[in-house]
């Protein structure tokens, strides 16, 4: 009797092709990836093909996690909730329909009966942005009277130094896990780096996104306290990309106090080209690891306190010391009385409890050229300041 042979890899391989053919090609997918690894990627992606969503394709739904509105009706105005629908172009209603057709057949929308009575009813309108258009609910009235869900918001720094270890599996076991969907036309696979958040990330740096520093060194000098504020803003956003920060923006933050006359002296505008050149020399700041040896680098000065956070790793087969992280801030007037020694001092505690969520655990060198610093565990009879400097690490 002849063996009956099964070739069941084939099979499975076909599926692959098919889903890459037809699913894949609204991904972008790294063109430059060597034939085996675009294979082993399209396994993992094959593996988690429920985990995506394409066009016209059912959106995913959180599992136990119910949203309730709570309106706050009590208030002494009444609510007027129910708002009448906007007059609206054949366009507009041509491109609604096909909008609320879409979300009807992906179970987000559904049809009412003309029976059916609500508390609230809000018109929708549409928004063209480069011939393609977008329907935007109009919730104003509604948020009037809608009770603030207080959650925390994450910190952007720690989630990004997070993405270092994510791996592509257990991303995709996040999202299944929670029954979420990822959009295919959104997603990138196989690229060494991506932008998230005006950031560019790597498994092993974090850097400026080019178009934030061109925007920058494209904006003129802010000529009131709104635009300066705004730049402060932006600014500050990268301040861990900034040596010293805080100090090259001293006099810039002096004049956004309310009691403060506007003027933009040549003292400041200097310190907006420094801002701006700092942008152009901001390195890429190394991804943390915490099995390795930290360096942390203090300094003080009458303007205020600094602090680098370095590690030396090893990057195309050689050892390279690198920024984690910079921070800085300027010194309140109750230091502004401190010594040279007392700064010092100040500069290290202050950074120990800033880095603390780098340093816990870990171990670390202090590198500074202040004395007192250095000899600050070995005195005998300390004053109250250092004495408490010494509580404190």
Not at 121 to 147: E, Q
Not at 236 to 249: G, N, T
Request: charged share 25%; glycine share 4%; with cysteine.
């Amino acid at each position: 009797m002849p063996k009956q042979i099964f070739v069941i890899s084939s099979v499975k391989d076909t599926y692959k092709e098919e889903f890459a053919a037809n699913k894949l090609v609204e991904a972008q997918i790294n063109p430059s990836l060597l034939p085996k690894i675009r294979h082993e990627l399209i396994d993992v992606l094959y593996t988690y093909r429920n985990a995506f969503v394409s066009n016209n394709e059912p959106l995913g739904a959180i599992k136990g996690n119910e949203v309730d509105i709570t309106l706050n009706i009590d208030r002494p105005d009444p609510p007027v909730l129910r708002r009448p629908a906007y007059p609206a172009s054949p366009r507009a209603r041509e491109a609604l329909e096909k909008h609320i057709q879409e979300l009807i057949k992906v179970f987000v929308l559904r049809r009412v009966g003309h029976n059916d009575e609500f508390e609230v009813t809000t018109p929708v309108i549409i928004a063209w942005k480069n011939d393609k258009s977008r329907m935007v609910g109009d919730f104003r009235a509604l948020n009037t009277y809608t009770v603030p869900d207080r959650y925390p918001i994450p910190r952007i720094q720690e989630t990004l130094t997070q993405l270092s270890k994510a791996k592509l599996a257990r991303v995709l076991d996040k999202f299944t896990g929670v029954n979420m969907k990822i959009a295919l036309k959104k997603g990138n696979f196989g690229f060494e780096e991506l932008e998230a958040l005006g950031h560019i990330v790597s498994g092993l740096s974090l850097g400026i996104d080019k178009n934030k520093v061109e925007a920058v060194l494209l904006k003129p000098i802010p000529h009131n306290k709104k635009e300066m504020m705004l730049f402060l803003g932006f600014s500050s956003y990268y301040r861990r990309h900034l040596k010293d920060f805080a100090i090259l923006a001293k006099s810039l933050y002096r004049i956004c106090d309310q009691e403060t006359v506007f003027e933009m002296t040549q003292e400041r505008i200097k310190a907006c080209e420094k801002i701006r050149k700092a942008f152009t020399e901001a390195p890429l700041l190394l991804m943390p690891d915490c099995n390795i040896p930290f360096k942390l680098y203090i300094d003080a000065c009458e303007d205020g306190l600094g602090a680098a956070l370095h590690q030396v790793k090893i990057i195309d087969d050689k050892p390279t010391e690198g920024p984690v992280c910079y921070i800085s801030r300027q010194i309140k007037p109750t230091e502004a009385r401190y010594g040279a020694s007392q700064t010092g001092c100040l500069s290290l505690v202050w950074a120990l409890e800033k880095l603390h969520y780098y340093l816990d655990g870990s171990v670390f060198e202090v590198i500074t050229d202040c004395n007192a610093v250095k000899s600050l565990l070995n005195m005998k009879t300390p004053n109250r300041h250092m004495l408490r400097c010494q509580t404190a690490i």
